[in-house]
Every structure is written in C-alpha cells, then in structure tokens.
C-alpha cells in the first residue's frame, strides 16, 4: 500500500499549531481562518489515518504522533524552502560584502555560508568578522554593504529577534559565594559587559575583573580554562560551554536585540538575497536551536 503524499501547505498548519498552542494563533500564523485550520487539521489525520492532537479546552497539544510528525514537517518544510532559494538563488549573480558578530564565528557562520553557498553559487562573499561596535561604523561607513550584528534591545530598532543574555563557563568552573565572581570580559565598549556588571552590583554581588580580551577567542579560551565566567548570547554558545547561571545563582540578564543593518547605498539583488538568507536563519535559530 503506497503512502499517502502530505501536503504541505497541511504541515504548516501543523507546525504553527505546534507553536502557537491554539487555533487562534495558528490562523494568525498562516493566514487563514480558525474553521480553515480546522478543516486542514482534520485532512491532515484523515491522510496520516490516526489522531495528532490532544484537545483540552481550547488549547490543542501534540500527542505521541503529533510529536513524530511536526518534526518531519519541519524537516519537510526546510527542504522546501532550501529547494526554491537553490533554483531562484542561481539567476542571481554579483558581490556583496557581509559583516557578521564574532559571536557567530563558531557557531551560525559555518551554518550561514555553507547554505549560501550551496543555493547562491553565482554570487561572491567577501566576509568581515568583527565586534559589533566595528560592524557598524563599516556599514555607516558602507564599508560593508549588510551586516548581522547584536544590538540593544530599543522601540527605535526594529530587532529581526530577540534573545537573552546568559552567563557562560566551562560545565566544571566552580565558585564559593564568599568571594568575588571572577569575571571574563571584553573590552569597552560592550553591551554585554555593561549588562554583567550592572546586574551584579544591583544584586550585592562582588566581582573582579580576571581578564579583559579584545578577542572574542581569548575569552573562550580563558573560560574553557575555568578561569571564569563570561557574558554573551544564548544563542551563540560555543562547543564545550554551557549556560551557567541557574547553577551558580547569578542574577537574569537582560534581552538583546538581533539585527540585520544596511548601508544607506542603493540596493542590490545579491544583497537582497543575502539579507532574506540572514532573516531566515534567525528564525530558524531562535525558534528551533
């Protein structure tokens, strides 16, 4: 007996009802009416031959095969999206000069260049890596033509995501609460060493600066070490690190904005593409890593 083929546009419903909880949410999601998404759910099973949902009230909960199935639809769905950027991508040729967060050199970069590479084959890269506060006085500059970079948290600045600052050390660094948190920072100026040492003064925890780095890498390497404890982002903890601070009962740290920046130059189609890849993998990367 041949598989019935899924249709798409029904796993999205899916994955939006996945993420958003209710019917409700899922129409605002996808775009479609509640007893649409209604409908849709019910063909989905019909197809699948078996419940996905477990109903309480309102709110809808994926069951055992709900569960199974959503995480084939996202996979199905990447595939998509990957298939349509691979043909549209390869009619789209020129340069464009990218700038990304040091942040991301370990962790999105590869991830980032590689599908670019793969779906945009005709157009060339030239790649700067660099602190943020560089990042965007190059793209004022137009420097850079677009740049991924971390950014405070303004009603002003239109974030492409948000995700939190976090404290971060090796898995076996230790500290006895009598003395001063050993600190591991970069130098000023840093959003994230503003945001470390203003949330331990307001909880009455002392602290002293153990290193100081204009690399990004030196403060890795010293972390690893057990030297101490840093502050970056959630979303772009290295190998080997972890976020540390339930563990050592460190105060919350505040959000921080991800941004795609421009140069106020006339625009291109590399660079248009370039900065919808940019948008899609924050999505992807927030939401799903």
Request: one cysteine or more; proline letters at 4%; charged letters at 20%.
């Amino acid at each position: 007996m041949r598989a019935p083929l899924l249709e798409l546009n029904l796993l999205q419903t899916l994955t939006a009802i996945h993420e958003g909880g209710t019917l409700a949410r899922a129409a605002d999601r996808v775009n479609r009416t509640q007893s649409a998404v209604s409908l849709q759910v019910q063909r989905l099973e019909a197809l699948v031959g078996v419940e996905l949902f477990s109903r309480e009230g309102r709110a809808l909960r994926l069951n055992t095969a709900g569960e199974a199935l959503v995480a084939y639809a996202e996979r199905m769905l990447d595939l998509n999206g990957e298939a349509v950027a691979a043909v549209r991508g390869r009619t789209v040729s020129g340069s464009v000069r990218l700038g990304m967060s040091v942040d991301f050199e370990h962790t999105w970069l590869p991830k980032a260049m590689a599908r670019f590479a793969t779906t945009h084959p005709r157009i060339q890269v030239e790649l700067r890596v660099d602190r943020n506060s560089a990042l965007q006085q190059a793209v004022a500059r137009r420097d850079l033509d677009i740049a991924l970079i971390f950014d405070n948290v303004s009603r002003h600045k239109a974030a492409s995501g948000l995700t939190h600052m976090e404290w971060i050390a090796s898995p076996a660094f230790t500290w006895d609460r009598s003395a001063e948190l050993p600190l591991l920072l970069l130098e000023d100026p840093c959003m994230f060493r503003t945001g470390a040492t203003r949330a331990l003064e307001d909880a009455g925890i002392r602290w002293r600066l153990a290193v100081t780095s204009p690399s990004l890498g030196g403060i890795w390497a010293t972390a690893s070490a057990c030297m101490g404890v840093t502050v970056r982002s959630a979303a772009a903890i290295p190998e080997g690190l972890a976020a540390v601070g339930a563990k050592l009962g460190l105060p919350a740290l505040p959000e921080v904005g991800i941004r795609v920046i421009e140069a106020a130059s006339r625009g291109s189609a590399p660079r248009a593409t370039l900065r919808s890849v940019l948008h899609e993998l924050v999505d992807e990367l927030l939401v799903r890593g």
